[in-house]
């Protein structure tokens, strides 16, 4: 059934701005992105929004809808009650371009930085071979449409602009921690996400988890195990006594 819903929307650029309230036609069905929309081509022309495949699976339209990041086109006006205000806001963490189209280029530099799959040098293409458990975890990786609500959402980038410089973020640790479980990458990227990537930052209370749309265990399946590889070389006393012995 159809009805007047009232939004609220964040408008303006890397200048300022401020939410501003409209009245739009919401119908049966529709998602948070439909109304966006609706509201371009009737009330504001000039809103920009960032979308492109509105079927969750580009990760473009990543904003954050009364306060929770979401996908613009999988949130569905039927969760919300007909009296309630919609609240559509630009992501936080990071810098606004313009109304709900923000700067993302921090996750494109992190993902630069993480040196990529290196085989075995003796290793020809053809003879690469993999057991299909070690397949399904990448596998689960892989899902990631880099729509960032991980990023996005992590407090410690989030709430601390500082370290941006020092933590690669949910994201990019997953990265590492899929190329470090490969079983056919000879690099060790043990040191690198703890040094380079800021794995130490992270204290694992799952907000990243929580709001992908790919419904990937990014803590439990990647941040947790990549942090038992790091504590295993760096604090093991086994290991601290191998080094040390094999340095002599």
Known sequence: ???DARFRVWRGDDNGGALQDYTVAVNEGEVVLDIIHRLQATQAPDLAVRW????????SCSAEVNGRPRLLCMTRMSTFTEDEVVTVTPMRTFPVVRDLVTDVSFNYEKAREIPSFTPPADLKPGEYRMKQQDVERSQEFRKCIECFLCQNTCHVVRDHEDNKNAFAGPRYLMRVAELEMHPLDVADRREMAQEDFGLGFCNITKCCTEVCPEHIK????ALIPLKERVVDRKYDPIVWLGNKLFRR
């Open 218 to 221: 990014i803590t439990d399946n």
């Open 1 to 3: 059934m159809a009805y």
């Open 52 to 59: 492109n495949c509105k079927a969750g699976k580009c990760g």
